[in-house]
C-alpha cells in the first residue's frame, strides 16, 4: 500500500482548496427524444421492434435472462394461481411449470428455435432466471433452485435448492431473480410476502417477517420484529447478496412492498420499482445500502395506514416519507404494476441512451425510461415514456381498460438486454394485472425485440479460454455474460492486470467502472490502482465504484474511509457514512464527526447515510456535535436540528420538546421536533409529550395529543401506566350486551329467552360483534343462528352488517347479470349522485367522502367495467391487503372486530369509522381474518342493474 495516501484527514482538508482537481459532478445528459409508432409499439424516433417470438413458442413470460451464446431464457407461469383459475378452463401444466429456451439461429430478427430447459413441479409460477456459465438460477420461493448443465446439452445433469425458506408460494411478493454483480456477487430481492427464514451454507440466518399475510392460500401466518443473526430486525421486501458458493448472505436495504426486480449497474449501484397499496403511489428508487425503503414501521409491527399522521397525503404516509430513518423515493409513478428492471449499459443507441435505467410496468403499458441525474449524495429522476403500445402519455392512463382495443394488452413483464445490444420485452398479454388472477386461459405471451432502425445488431462470439475472449464478454452490454468474463479474469489473477488496466480508458464509462472492481480481486498490485483511483480519479462515479470495491478489505475500512474523507464528492461521502455502521464509536467518531460537518442541512440522500452510519452510535454523535452548537435549542443550525430528528437519540428529549415550544421557529420545524420527541422510547419522552398536550399553542397541543395517543397504541403501550395521564383505556363492552350474551349460553335458560337475547344483541353494534364472536365459535345452534339472520343484517354497524353475511343467512336477492348490465348504457351524472349516496360513507373521491376503504379518485385507471363490477357484486372475492376485517379474541372472553392495523407488544385494530382499539397482545388467544368484505355487495345496497350501470359509466370517469 502506497504510503503517501495515509496522511492524516485534517491535513489533507487544509489543502484541499489548493490542490484537489477531481470533479464534483459528473457530466449529465438528460435523455430527450420523441416517441413515434413503428406499427407495433410507439418507440423513440430512429428505433424499431420486431415481434420476435410468441406463443407456442412458450407461455405466460414472467423473467428473461440472456446466455453466452445470446440466446433468450424464460421463466413461464402457467401454473400462476391455481387456486383461483380452474384448471379446466385455464392452461395448466400437471408437471409443473418449465424454462424455456428461445434462439434466433439464422440472424433475422425472430425466434426460431425453442427448447424447454426443465419443467419441474418446484416450479410453481417462478418470477426470476438468471443463467451465468453452465448454472441456471431459477427464483420461485420459497426457493432459489440452481440447475447444473455439466455437459453443455440444454439439460439439467444436477439440481440444487441453493437457498430456501423464503415466503411467498405462488405469490407476487415473493422472490425475484439473481443478478450478478460487478464484485462477482450474486443479488436479488424478495417481496414482503413473508415469513422468510433463509439459513446460507456458513449456517448464518435471516429472520424477517412483518405483519403482512394474504394474497395466496400459502401466506396465513408472518411476524414481525423478527432478529437475525448480524443482530438487525429486517422486514418486509429485502434487497439481498450472497456469494456465488451460497455463503455470506447479507441484507442491503428492506422494508420494501412488492419490488419485482433488482437492477445492478457497474458502479454497483441499485436500482428497482415498487408497487403499492393504493392507486396513487408506485416508485422507482435508487437504493442506499442499509437502507430502509419506509413501506411499514421499522420493525414491520404496523402498516403505513397505523402511523399514517392527521393531514399527511397518501403518498408520504404510504412510504413514511416524513419519518426519520427513512430512504428519499426516487420518482412516483403513480397508478400501475411495476415489473422487471435493468440498467441498459449497451453502445447501440448511441451515448445518449448509454446508462439508461429501464422499468417496465405491466399495469400502465409502458417501458418508462431514466437517466437518473446525480445530485449530492442521491440522484433525481426525470421519467421519460420508452417503449408503449398507446401513443399519448400514461401520467392518467386508464390501466386494465382493455376494451376492444387489444393494444391495450401490451403488459411487459421484464426488460432485458441482450449480447447484440438489442433491448427485448416480454409480453405477458393478460386483460387484467394484479388482484392474484389471470384471465387469460390460453396463457399467451410475446417477446419484442428492439433495435435501431435499419441497423442490423450482430450476435458476438465469446472465447473464454483465452484472455482477450474473456475481456469481450467483460465488456458485454448482458450483465450475467459479463461475470464470466470476469470470474475468468479474476482466475488468472495478477497477469491480466495490464489488459485489465487498459479499460480505464475506454469509452464506455461503465467498462471502467467493471476494471476497476476486477481489478480490486487482482492482487496487491491491482489494489494499489484501484488505490490511485480513489485518491485521484476525476469521476466521481469511479471513485464511489473505487470506495465500495476496496471496502470490501475489512481490515483496511478505517485507513479508506479516512483517504476518502476529503473528497468534494458527497456521493463518494455517502459510502464513507454508510462503511461506518458496523464500526464502534470509539474507532468511528472521527469519521463521522467529521462527515456530519460536511452535511448542509439540505441533501436528505446525505442526512440518511450520516444516519445509518451512525447506528448504535446515536447518542454519542449527538453529543459529540451538541458541543459546538448553541446552548439554546430553538437557536441551533438547521443542519444540526436535523441531524437530531434523525438520530432522535434519549439524551435530546428535553431539547426536542424546547423546540416544540419555541415560537421563534416555523411551524413545520415545531412539528419535526415533535415527531422526534415520538421516536424517543422512554418515560422522559411520553411525559414531556403530556406536558405538550396542555401548550396554549393549539397546534402544538393537538399535534401533541395525537402522538400521544399513537404512541400509547405501540413503542410507548408500557413504559408508563396510562391511568396517570386520563386517557382512554381499552374499550369495554356494554354489561348489558354480556348479560344477553351470558343468557344464550346459560343451560337453564328457555329457548325463547335466548332468541330474545339474540334479536337484542342483534340490534345493537357491540352486540352484534357479540354475536359474531358467538357464531364463530360455533356457540349458537340452529334456532339461533336462524333468529340472528332476521334482524342483524340491519344493525347500525356496518361492519358487523357485512361479517354477518360469514356466518348468518342474509335475505334473498335477485340475480343480477354482468351481460344485462354492460349492455345498458350508465349516465355518469346519476351514477355520480348514487356514489354520493351509497359509497362516500367508505370511500373518497377528490375531497368528498370517508377513507375508510380505498380512495377511489383514481379507480378508473385500475379497473375496466367488468373490473369495477366484479369489486362491486363480488367484494369478498379478492380482499387487498389492510382491508380484512379480523376478529381478535382475549382471554375475557371478549371478542374485537376491525382492521389490522398493528401487531408487536400491541395488537391494535381500527374500526370503519378510524377508531383504534388497543389490545396488549398478551391477553390475545386467537387472530382469525374474516373472509367477508366490510364493502356491501351492490345487491345489499340496493342496487339494480340500471344502478349498476349507471355507478360503473362514473367510476370509469376517475383517473
Known amino acids: 500500500m502506497n504510503t503517501y495516501k495515509l496522511l492524516p484527514a485534517v491535513l489533507s482538508v487544509i489543502f484541499f482548496s489548493c490542490t484537489d482537481t477531481r470533479k464534483a459532478e459528473e457530466p449529465y445528459t438528460p435523455l430527450t427524444f420523441e416517441t413515434k409508432s413503428d406499427g407495433q409499439l410507439y418507440l423513440p424516433e430512429g428505433w424499431e421492434s420486431t415481434l420476435w417470438a410468441e406463443s407456442p413458442q412458450f407461455y405466460n413470460p414472467t423473467n428473461m435472462d440472456v446466455d453466452l451464446k445470446g440466446r433468450i431464457w424464460v421463466t413461464e407461469a402457467v401454473n400462476y394461481r391455481n387456486f383461483n383459475n380452474d384448471p379446466a378452463t385455464h392452461l395448466h401444466f400437471e408437471e409443473g411449470d418449465r424454462v424455456v429456451i428461445l434462439e434466433d439461429t439464422d440472424g433475422d430478427g425472430k425466434a426460431d428455435k425453442t427448447k424447454v430447459f426443465v419443467q419441474d413441479k418446484d416450479l410453481v409460477a417462478p418470477l426470476g432466471i438468471a443463467v451465468i456459465g453452465n448454472k441456471v438460477i431459477v427464483s420461485c420461493a ?65 429472520r424477517s417477517g412483518s405483519i403482512y399475510t394474504g394474497g395466496t392460500p400459502h401466506s396465513k401466518e408472518n411476524t414481525p420484529a423478527q432478529v437475525s443473526d448480524d443482530g438487525k430486525v429486517w422486514v418486509g421486501g429485502l434487497a439481498l447478496r450472497i456469494g456465488p458458493d ?9 422494508n420494501f412492498r412488492n419490488s419485482y426486480e433488482l437492477a445492478i449497474d457497474s458502479y454497483g449501484n441499485m436500482w428497482q420499482n415498487d408497487n403499492d397499496d393504493e392507486v396513487v403511489a408506485c416508485r422507482v428508487s435508487w437504493v442506499m445500502e442499509g437502507s430502509n425503503a419506509g413501506y411499514f414501521s421499522a420493525d414491520g409491527s404496523r402498516t403505513w395506514k397505523a402511523d399514517r399522521r392527521p393531514g399527511q397525503e397518501v403518498f408520504t404516509a404510504h412510504w413514511h416519507q416524513e419519518d426519520p430513518g427513512v430512504l428519499p423515493v426516487g420518482d412516483r409513478t403513480g397508478a400501475g404494476a411495476p415489473t422487471g428492471v435493468v440498467i441498459y449499459e449497451g453502445d447501440a443507441f448511441g451515448d445518449a441512451f448509454r446508462g439508461m435505467f429501464l422499468s417496465a410496468d405491466a399495469g400502465r403499458n409502458e417501458v418508462f425510461a431514466y437517466q437518473p441525474k446525480p445530485t449530492g449524495a442521491g440522484y433525481a429522476f426525470d421519467r421519460k415514456d420508452l417503449i408503449s403500445s398507446v401513443g399519448t402519455s400514461t401520467e392518467d392512463y386508464v390501466w386494465n381498460d382493455v376494451g376492444p382495443d387489444e393494444t391495450k394488452l401490451f403488459r411487459p413483464s421484464d426488460v432485458s438486454v441482450g449480447t447484440d445490444g438489442a433491448i427485448y420485452v416480454a409480453d405477458w398479454y393478460d386483460r387484467i394485472v394484479g388482484g392474484h388472477q389471470m384471465t387469460d386461459e390460453k396463457g399467451y405471451g410475446r417477446i419484442y425485440r428492439i433495435t435501431p432502425k435499419g441497423k442490423k445488431l450482430p450476435r458476438p462470439v465469446y472465447d473464454l479460454t483465452t484472455t482477450a475472449g474473456q475481456m469481450e464478454a467483460l465488456k458485454s452490454p448482458a450483465i450475467n455474460v459479463r461475470n464470466q468474463g470476469f470470474v475468468k479474469l479474476v482466475e488468472q489473477g495478477e497477469s491480466v492486470l495490464p489488459e485489465v488496466k487498459q479499460l480505464l480508458s475506454d469509452s464506455n464509462s461503465f467498462v471502467q467502472a467493471r476494471a476497476v472492481w476486477l481489478m480490486a480481486q487482482l492482487g496487491e498490485e491491482g489494489v494499489e490502482e484501484v488505490e490511485d483511483i480513489l485518491t485521484a480519479h476525476p469521476s466521481p ?69 450520516l444516519g445509518i452510519g451512525a447506528l448504535g452510535k446515536e447518542p454519542d454523535l449527538y453529543m459529540a456535535l451538541l458541543e459546538k452548537q448553541n446552548p439554546v435549542a430553538a437557536n441551533w443550525s438547521p443542519a444540526f436540528a436535523n441531524i437530531a430528528w434523525r438520530l432522535h437519540p434519549d439524551v435530546a428529549a428535553t431539547a426536542s420538546a424546547e423546540r416544540a415550544l419555541a415560537t421563534t421557529l416555523p411551524d413545520d420545524q415545531r412539528s419535526k421536533a415533535l415527531v422526534a420527541l415520538s421516536y424517543i422510547n422512554n418515560t422522559e419522552a411520553v411525559k414531556l409529550m403530556a406536558d405538550l398536550a396542555d401548550s396554549p399553542t393549539k397546534e402544538v397541543a393537538e399535534q401533541a395529543v395525537w402522538l400521544l395517543n399513537y404512541r400509547k397504541s405501540n413503542s410507548w403501550f408500557s413504559l408508563v401506566n396510562w391511568d396517570e395521564f386520563e386517557k382512554e383505556l381499552l374499550p369495554a363492552q356494554s354489561q348489558v350486551m354480556l348479560d344477553q350474551k351470558a343468557i344464550i349460553l346459560s343451560e337453564e335458560r328457555t329457548m325463547d329467552e335466548k332468541k330474545a337475547a339474540v334479536r337484542l344483541l342483534a340490534q345493537d353494534a357491540e352486540g352484534g360483534k357479540m354475536l359474531i364472536a358467538l357464531a364463530s365459535a360455533a356457540q349458537l345452534t340452529a334456532p339461533l343462528m336462524a333468529e340472528a339472520g332476521k334482524t342483524i343484517f340491519s344493525n347500525p354497524d356496518q361492519s358487523v352488517r357485512t361479517m354477518a353475511g360469514e356466518y348468518f343467512k ?150
Open 142 to 206: 420459497p426457493n432459489i433452485i440452481v440447475y447444473t448443465d455439466e455437459d453443455g446439452d440444454d439439460k439439467p445433469d444436477k439440481k440444487e435448492v441453493f437457498l430456501t425458506g423464503f415466503g411467498g408460494l405462488d405469490h407476487d411478493h415473493s422472490l425475484h431473480s439473481v443478478v450478478a454483480g460487478p464484485d462477482g456477487s450474486w443479488y436479488f430481492n424478495t417481496g414482503n410476502a413473508g415469513p422468510h427464514h433463509v439459513t446460507d451454507k456458513t449456517g448464518w440466518a435471516l
Open 246 to 254: 451460497g455463503k455470506g448472505l447479507e441484507v442491503l436495504a428492506h
Open 541 to 609: 462515479s469511479l471513485r464511489v465504484a473505487a470506495y465500495r470495491a476496496l471496502k470490501k478489505d475489512e481490515s483496511n475500512i478505517m485507513t479508506y474511509a479516512k483517504i476518502a474523507l476529503d473528497d468534494p464528492s458527497f456521493a463518494v461521502l455517502r459510502e464513507v457514512a454508510i462503511s461506518m455502521r458496523d464500526i464502534s464509536w470509539d474507532r468511528s467518531r472521527e469519521i463521522l464527526v467529521a462527515l456530519a460537518s460536511r452535511y448542509d442541512g439540505a441533501d436528505a440522500y446525505c442526512l440518511e447515510a
Open 810 to 959: 342474509e335475505l334473498a336477492t335477485s340475480e343480477i347479470s354482468y351481460e344485462r348490465i354492460t349492455a345498458l348504457r350508465g349516465v355518469v351524472s346519476k351514477g355520480r349522485d348514487l356514489f354520493v349516496q351509497k359509497c362516500t360513507t367508505c370511500h373518497k373521491v377528490g375531497s368528498t367522502g370517508m377513507e375508510i376503504g380505498p380512495d377511489l379518485s383514481k379507480i378508473g385507471s385500475k379497473f375496466d367495467q367488468s373490473g369495477l363490477l366484479n369489486a362491486i357484486l363480488e367484494p369478498s372475492a379478492a380482499l387487498a391487503f389492510g382491508y380484512t376485517m379480523v376478529e381478535v379474541k382475549t382471554k375475557d372472553d371478549n371478542s374485537y372486530f376491525g382492521f389490522l392495523v398493528s401487531e408487536g407488544e400491541t395488537t391494535v385494530l381500527r374500526d370503519i369509522l378510524g377508531k383504534q382499539t388497543v389490545i396488549d397482545s398478551k391477553e390475545v388467544t386467537s387472530k382469525k381474518p374474516m373472509a367477508t368484505s366490510i364493502m356491501p355487495s351492490g345487491q345489499a345496497l340496493g342496487l339494480n342493474e340500471q344502478d349498476l350501470a349507471d355507478l360503473t359509466s362514473y367510476l370509469l370517469t376517475l383517473k
